[in-house]
C-alpha cells in the first residue's frame, strides 16, 4: 500500500514538475491558492476567506481557499489530496507522516525559496527549529513558532489526595500509595479506567497502563520505542533491549499487583475507551495520553460543574528529568511540489507568519467581529460562526501573535515550569524522538505480526490480567520472536541510528 | 369441533405471545436508542441505558438543531442525490440490461463480460479517487456525489434476469413479426411487465444512495453539498477527533456531548424513514416477493 502510494506520488509529481519548473513565478496572473488543513470548515470560512483575499489580491495578486479534511477519514483523504495535487499549501504535522511524505517527494524543498520570498520568516523561526524540519537534509515545512509541551504525565484529584492526606503521585509508589488511601477511604470510588485503545498501533506498548513506564525510566522516546527496544535519552543511539530484561518482568509483576488490588476492572482489555470518566468522578486519575491542555479542561469542566473539586497534573518527566517541548514538525506547513505558484506560496506564508493583522484575522477571524480583547489583553468570543483558531491553523501560530484566552494563563504556567526543567537536560529543550519517521516498508507483514502478537499476549500482561506473569512472559517472548522481531528491530534500529547521526543524537 | 377450537384457540394465543415477543425484540432497541437521546449524558455514563429517559433532558437535540438550517440543507442534497441517481440510474440500469439481454445483440457476451468483470476486479481507491478528482475533475461538484453510482453491476444483472424471466422470446419475436423496433419493443413490451423489477431495482438503488457518506466524505469541499449521512457521521467523528487532537493542539473539549448526541442523530437520521416506510411498505414489500419468484 505504502509502495503503491509512493509510486503514484512520485508519477503525479514528476508530471507536475515538469509544468512548473519551465513557468517562472508571474505576479500578473492571479493565483488562486488552496490551503488544506485539518477539521471541521469554520460557519463563517467565507467571510474571513473574503477578509484575508481582499489583502493577498493587493499584494500579491493571489487568493486562498481553504479547504478542510474533516474529522472523517481525515488520513486518507490528506493522502489523497497529496498524490491528487490537490493543493498548494497544506498542513503538516509526524503524526501525518511528514518524514515518510516528504521522502516520497510530496513536498517541494524550501531552502532557496525561503531564502528569496521568506527571509523575514526564516530570521524568526531560526536555525535550530528549521533544522528540526529537515529530512535527508532537505527543509520542507515551515514550523508553528510557538512552542508547547504536549509532556505526559498523572492528571489527579487534588481535592481527594489532600483530604485523606496522601502522596504527591509522582513515583510509581507514591501513584499506588495515592489510589490505595482512597480506596481505603471510599471503597466504593472508582479508581483508573485504562482501556485497551488499540495501543498496540504504534508497536510500543500492549495496553495504556503502559504509559506509566515514562514515570520510572528516563527514555528517549516516552514509554519506549517500538518492538521492546529502548534507549536513555542521555544517549539515544545506544539502543537496548526492554522486552526480554528484567526489568520487563518487574514491570509487569507491579502491572497485576495494581490490578489485583483492583485499581482497574477486570474487563479492562474489552472495555471502551471512555474520556469523561475522569470529569465524571468515576475515575480520580488518568495516566495515559494525558497533556497539560487536557488537565486545563479538566480543570475548566470541574470549575463548571464540580466546584468543589480540583484536578491536578504531574508531568511523568518531572520524575525523570526528561522533559522536553512539543516537536518542530507537530505544527507545520509544506508547499506540495505539484503546486504552480510555489514563489507566491511562500510569499503569503511569509506574510501570515510575520504580519500580526494579518496572522489574527486567519487565526481569530474578524475583531469586533468575532473575537474582541477585554481590559486584560484576554481574548475573547463574540460569534461562534469562527472560534478561537476556527480555521484549525495551529500550524500558522506564532508566539508574539498568539492572543491569550483566560485558561492560557495556567496553561503557560505549566510551559514555564517545564521548560525550565528541559534546560537542565543534556539536550536542553529539544525534541529528539518525536523527529524520526519509521519506513516500514520493508518488513511491514513482519511488523503486523508482531502488532497481533502485542495485542493477544502483551496486552493482557501490561493490564496485569495474566495468573501466572512469569510464564506468561516466557510465552509472549517466544510468540514475538516467532512473529519476526528480529526482521523489524534490525530495519527499525538501521534507521534510527541513521538518524541519530544525522542529527548528532550520539 | 370443541377439541379444535381449543388447540386452535391455544395455537392463536401462542402465536400472539411469540410475535408479541418477537417484535418488542424489534423495537426495544429503537426505545433505548431513543430514550438514551433524551438522557443526558452524564447519566448515561454514570448509569447505563435505559428504557425511560432518567434526567429528561433535550440538551443533545439542542446541539444537533443548534443550526437547524444545516441540517436541513443535508436533507435537502439527501433527496436530491436519492431523486436523481435513482431516476437516471433506473433508465440507464433499465436500457443496458434490455440490450444485453437480446440475443441478436452480437457482443452481448462482451459487453456482459466487462460490466461483470467490475464486480471482480476493481481498479482500488486511488485510481478511483485519480479519476474522479484529476480526469474528470468533478471535485467539489454535487455531480462527484451522485455520478459514480449511477450503475451497479449487480443491478444491471439483476434487471436481465428480470427481462428474460419476464419476457419470452416469443413474444418480441412475434412484436418484432408485427413490425415493432427495438423501442416500441421496449415500451410497450418489457417495460410494462417489469414493474416488480423496477420496483426492487429501485429500492436497491434508492436505499444505496440514501445511506450513502464516503462520497461526499472523499469528494465534498464545502459542506453545502453534504449528505445527511456524512453530516451526521462527521458531526460524531469531530467530537470524537476533538478530544483526541487535544493532544495536539490547545482545543477546548469540555463541552462536547457525545453519547446522547449519538443517539440523538440516529433518531433524526432513521426518524423521516420511519415515518415514510410504512405507507411505502407495501410496493417494497410486493416488489421483492414477485420479483422472487418469477426471477
Not at chain 1, 498524490?83 to 507522516?97: F, M, Q
Not at chain 1, 525534541?431 to 511491514?444: A, L, V
Not at chain 2, 433524551?38 to 443533545?60: D, K, M, Q, Y
Request: hydrophobic share 45%; glycine share 6%.
Amino acid at each position: 500500500m505504502k509502495k503503491l502510494l509512493s509510486f503514484a506520488l512520485a508519477l503525479v509529481l514528476c508530471l507536475s514538475a515538469a509544468s512548473w519548473a519551465f513557468a517562472a513565478d508571474d505576479m500578473s496572473e492571479e493565483a488562486n491558492l488552496v490551503f488544506y488543513v485539518m477539521g471541521d470548515a469554520p460557519k463563517d470560512e467565507a467571510v474571513v476567506e473574503e477578509a484575508i483575499n481582499a489583502v493577498l489580491k493587493e499584494k500579491f495578486n493571489a487568493t486562498i481557499d481553504f479547504q478542510f479534511s474533516t474529522w472523517t477519514d481525515f488520513n486518507q483523504k490528506y493522502n489523497n489530496t497529496l498524490i491528487s495535487a490537490g493543493a498548494d499549501l497544506i498542513y503538516v504535522a509526524n503524526w501525518e507522516n511528514y518524514g515518510l511524505n516528504a521522502t516520497s517527494g510530496a513536498f517541494l524543498e524550501l531552502d532557496e525559496l525561503l531564502d528569496t520570498y521568506g527571509a523575514e520568516l526564516k530570521e524568526l523561526c531560526g536555525e535550530g527549529n528549521l533544522n528540526m524540519c529537515r529530512v535527508n537534509g532537505d527543509l520542507y515545512c515551515i514550523p508553528a513558532l510557538w512552542p508547547e509541551y504536549v509532556s505526559l504525565g498523572i492528571k489527579y484529584r487534588e481535592d481527594l489526595r489532600a483530604k485523606y492526606d496522601l502522596p504527591y503521585p509522582t513515583t510509581l509508589e507514591n501513584i499506588e500509595a495515592y489510589l490505595n488511601g482512597i480506596k481505603a477511604a471510599d471503597p466504593s470510588q472508582g479508581l483508573l479506567r485504562p482501556t485497551n485503545t488499540e495501543s498496540a498501533s504504534s508497536l510500543i506498548i500492549g495496553f495504556d497502563t503502559a504509559y506509566l513506564l515514562a514515570d520510572k525510566y528516563a527514555w528517549v522516546a516516552p514509554f519506549g520505542m517500538p518492538y521492546g527496544l529502548a534507549a536513555d535519552y542521555d544517549t539515544p543511539a545506544d539502543v537496548y533491549d526492554y522486552w526480554f530484561s528484567d526489568d520487563f518482568a518487574e514491570d509487569c509483576k507491579l502491572f497485576k499487583s495494581w490490578a489485583d488490588q483492583g485499581f482497574w476492572s477486570k474487563s479492562a482489555l474489552s472495555d471502551t475507551n471512555d474520556n469523561e470518566a475522569y470529569d465524571n468522578g468515576l475515575a480520580v486519575a488518568e495516566v495515559a495520553g494525558m497533556n497539560p491542555n487536557k488537565q486545563i479542561s479538566s480543570a475548566n469542566s470541574f470549575a463548571k460543574d464540580h466546584p468543589d473539586w480540583e484536578s491536578a497534573y504531574i508531568a511523568y518527566g518531572e520524575n525523570t528529568g526528561v522533559i522536553y517541548p512539543g516537536h518542530a514538525t507537530q505544527n507545520g506547513t509544506a508547499i506540495l511540489r505539484s503546486s504552480k505558484y510555489p514563489e507566491r506560496c511562500m510569499m503569503i506564508l511569509n506574510y501570515i507568519m510575520t504580519d500580526e493583522a494579518m496572522n489574527c484575522l486567519v487565526q481569530y477571524g474578524i475583531e469586533g467581529k468575532h473575537y474582541e480583547l477585554d481590559a486584560d489583553g484576554f481574548y475573547h468570543n463574540l460569534d461562534d460562526s469562527f472560534a478561537y483558531e476556527g480555521f484549525n491553523t495551529w500550524n500558522l501560530r506564532v508566539n508574539e501573535f498568539k492572543l491569550k484566552q483566560p485558561t492560557d494563563v495556567a496553561l503557560q504556567a505549566m510551559f514555564d515550569k517545564y521548560a525550565e526543567l528541559g534546560a537542565q537536560t543534556k539536550w536542553p529543550n529539544i525534541n529528539i524522538w518525536d523527529g524520526f519517521t519509521e519506513d516500514y516498508t520493508d518488513y511491514s507483514a513482519e511488523r503486523a505480526a508482531v502488532a497481533n502478537v502485542m495485542r493477544q499476549y502483551l496486552a493482557p500482561l501490561q493490564a496485569g490480567l495474566v495468573s501466572d506473569v512469569d510464564a506468561a512472559v516466557e510465552e509472549f517472548r517466544a510468540k514475538v520472536t516467532d512473529a519476526g522481531l528480529e526482521a523489524c528491530r534490525e530495519g527499525f534500529q538501521e534507521q534510527w541510528a541513521d538518524y541519530c547521526e544525522e542529527y548528532n543524537y550520539q | 369441533m370443541k377439541i379444535k377450537d381449543h388447540s386452535s384457540r391455544g395455537f392463536n394465543a401462542m402465536k400472539g405471545v411469540l410475535l408479541t415477543i418477537l417484535s418488542l425484540l424489534c423495537v426495544l432497541p429503537f426505545v433505548v436508542i431513543v430514550s438514551g437521546s433524551f438522557t443526558s449524558n452524564i447519566e448515561i455514563i454514570t448509569n447505563g441505558f435505559s428504557l425511560l429517559p432518567r434526567g429528561f433532558t433535550v440538551e443533545a437535540y439542542k446541539t444537533i438543531f443548534k443550526t437547524p438550517e444545516d441540517i436541513l440543507q443535508a436533507y435537502k442534497m439527501n433527496f436530491y442525490y436519492t431523486g436523481i441517481g435513482t431516476a437516471l440510474g433506473l433508465v440507464i440500469i433499465t436500457l443496458t440490461a434490455y440490450v444485453i439481454s437480446r440475443k441478436e445483440f452480437k457482443y452481448r457476451n462482451t459487453v456482459s463480460f466487462l460490466i461483470y468483470f467490475t464486480t471482480i476486479f476493481g481498479g482500488g481507491m486511488i485510481p478511483w479517487y485519480l479519476m474522479y478528482a484529476n480526469v474528470l475533475n468533478l471535485r467539489g461538484t454535487t455531480l462527484a456525489i451522485w455520478f459514480p453510482a449511477l450503475v451497479t453491476p449487480f443491478l444491471v444483472i439483476l434487471m436481465r434476469t428480470f427481462i428474460v424471466g419476464a419476457v419470452p422470446d416469443a413474444v418480441v419475436e412475434s412484436a418484432k413479426i408485427d413490425g415493432a423496433g427495438h423501442w416500441r419493443i421496449f415500451w410497450q413490451i418489457v417495460l410494462p411487465v417489469l414493474g416488480p423489477g423496477l420496483a426492487t431495482v429501485g429500492l436497491f438503488q434508492a436505499l444505496g444512495y440514501w445511506n450513502d457518506w464516503y462520497r461526499s466524505s472523499m469528494f465534498s469541499t464545502s459542506s453545502q453539498t453534504w449528505s445527511l449521512q456524512f453530516y451526521l457521521y462527521d458531526l460524531v467523528n469531530s467530537t470524537q477527533a476533538m478530544r483526541q487532537m487535544a493532544q495536539y493542539a490547545n482545543v477546548n473539549t469540555s463541552d462536547l456531548p457525545t453519547q446522547s448526541v449519538k443517539l440523538a442523530m440516529s433518531v433524526v437520521a432513521t426518524g423521516p424513514i420511519l415515518i415514510l416506510y410504512p405507507f411505502v411498505q407495501r410496493y417494497f414489500v410486493s416488489g421483492i416477493t414477485v420479483g422472487a419468484v418469477k426471477g
